[in-house]
């Protein structure tokens, strides 16, 4: 039976560097090393140079990393969205007052106190314009689909 065997990061990037460096094939690699050719093929997936088809070069951990920043650019656009209907909402009862109860008068100021609190509270980040987020994703989907990961 297999024992399981545990190796640090630095000596899984070592071998994935030479498995990439074309100096010796894969299976000398594995018998050198005496991990098994899976392992291998694993590690140079998790830290393996993605070269894209306009020649930069990048890996999987960048991958994740943007596809985690497009998600919570989305997650704010919604936020921002959301603050900014609120607003609106809060200004055309302003111009088109009907007769509001007192209690209707409260709500609305609590309202406006939670977005000024929220948008007082929030960092300032540059607005992404949609398409922007869109043509990153798409760029990520297709090295994804080239590299099937």
Known sequence: MAKNKSYDEEFKKMIVELYESHTTTAANIVR???????TLYKWVGQYGKIQTPDGEVTNNKEIKK???EINDLKI????????ELKKKQMYNSEIFPNEESRVEEKRREIDEDEIKEKEENSLELVEYKPSIINKVWSYIQRLLRRFKL
């Open 32 to 38: 050198e090393y005496g991990i098994g050719s899976a």
């Open 66 to 68: 943007l596809k985690k």
């Open 76 to 83: 704010e656009n919604e936020e921002r969205a959301k603050i």
